[in-house]
């Protein structure tokens, strides 16, 4: 790949980067005075007054500092790109219409509809109809999971004779252990 197409990509890269560091870190503030997530009216001034003190025990400490140098490290590289040439002129609709063609930014953005789905939709709605087992609160987690799983090897796989199958099966005992490892060896609380 040329250096001229790297700079470019590292220039778009970092903007996009010192967008999401942003909302991270500003999301790690609005946990640091809300932890628990309430209504900001029904958060007392006593709780935003004790983590004004004890700032240094908060839960979004660690957040905000990853999302901090996650931004150091955006405008670092936006700066390199910046100073070796990178413009954002790749963004022209020829250029769009050229990258949609291309089988490698198709895939990646048929994935990342995949996991998005699997993220916000697949995940709250097997929490919400799916919750059927009181002592197994993993059962909505399995389903979603084995779903996700199913669907990117069907996408991705190969068409050979009994991919299906083999499919269903690695989607089905994948899952199962993850389920089982982070649920109950581990004791995560999963989605």
Do not use: M, Q
């Given at each position: 790949m040329e250096k001229t197409t790297l700079r470019r990509?590292?220039?778009?890269?970092?903007?996009?980067?010192?967008l999401a560091s942003l909302g991270y870190m500003f999301e790690s503030v609005r946990i640091f005075f809300n932890p628990f997530?309430?209504?900001?009216?029904?958060?007392?001034?006593?709780?935003?007054?004790?983590?004004?003190?004890?700032?240094?025990?908060?839960?979004?400490?660690?957040?905000?500092?990853?999302?901090?140098?996650?931004?150091?490290?955006?405008?670092?590289?936006?700066?390199?790109?910046?100073?070796?040439?990178?413009?954002?002129?790749?963004?022209?609709?020829?250029?769009?219409?050229?990258?949609?063609?291309?089988?490698?930014?198709?895939?990646?953005?048929?994935?990342?509809?995949?996991?998005?789905?699997?993220?916000?939709?697949?995940?709250?709605?097997?929490?919400?109809?799916l919750n059927l087992f009181p002592r197994f609160r993993g059962f909505p987690f399995f389903v979603a999971t084995a779903a996700y799983m199913l669907s990117m090897m069907l996408t991705f796989g190969g068409k050979k004779k009994g991919h299906t199958a083999v499919s269903i099966l690695v989607s089905i005992l994948a899952s199962l252990a993850i389920t089982w490892a982070f649920g109950t060896l581990a004791q995560i609380p999963l989605p």
């Open positions: 990509a590292d220039l778009a890269f970092s903007v996009a980067l010192i997530g309430r209504k900001w009216e029904n958060v007392p001034a006593e709780s935003v007054k004790d983590a004004i003190t004890r700032w240094y025990e908060s839960p979004a400490l660690l957040p905000f500092l990853v999302g901090l140098l996650l931004l150091v490290c955006a405008v670092s590289l936006l700066h390199v790109a910046r100073r070796e040439g990178a413009r954002l002129d790749f963004l022209s609709l020829a250029k769009l219409k050229a990258l949609a063609k291309n089988p490698e930014a198709r895939s990646f953005a048929l994935s990342a509809a995949l996991l998005a789905l699997y993220a916000f939709a697949a995940i709250p709605l097997c929490r919400r109809y």
